[in-house]
């Protein structure tokens, strides 16, 4: 805390987005599902929303559902597939429930494999019985 050592906290991530050339998705007939409110907020260059609880799904570094589901939302039509190469304890799994997206998820750690496992089955089982209630 002094001008003699004023180091930069880096305190945010970045998402970058790739294009080998003119970034356009094809889907002429497929399903938007990203409101007009959405996209103009998700287009901006800074997001911010909570940070999830390392504790409260165990895992050392998780991220919001929120990050996951506005990319999603932001480069995905209903019904595309989602692939997490990376998946920990799957939050983007969660993301892509929520968004009507298919899931592939992936990850080196069988004990985040199994707590993706078992939060996802919640998700899927709650969103059974709510159907069941409507």
Not at 90 to 101: F, H, N, Q
Not at 109 to 114: A, F, K, L, S
């Amino acid at each position: 805390m002094s001008s003699s050592n004023p180091t930069l906290r880096d305190i945010h991530e970045y998402i970058l987005v790739f294009s080998k050339e003119k970034f356009q998705l094809e889907g002429r007939n497929k399903e938007n599902t990203i409101s007009k409110e959405e996209f103009l907020e998700y287009t901006k260059s800074v997001w911010e929303f909570p940070a999830e609880s390392a504790k409260k799904v165990g895992h050392p570094a998780p991220f919001s559902i929120e990050l996951p589901y506005r990319c999603i939302q932001l480069y995905t039509y209903k019904g595309d597939v989602v692939l997490d190469p990376f998946c920990g304890v799957g939050s983007s799994g969660l993301a892509a429930i929520k968004t009507d997206r298919h899931f592939i998820g992936l990850d080196i750690t069988q004990e985040y494999v199994d707590k993706a496992n078992i939060r996802i089955s919640e998700k899927l089982n709650q969103i059974r019985l709510d159907s069941y209630i409507s």
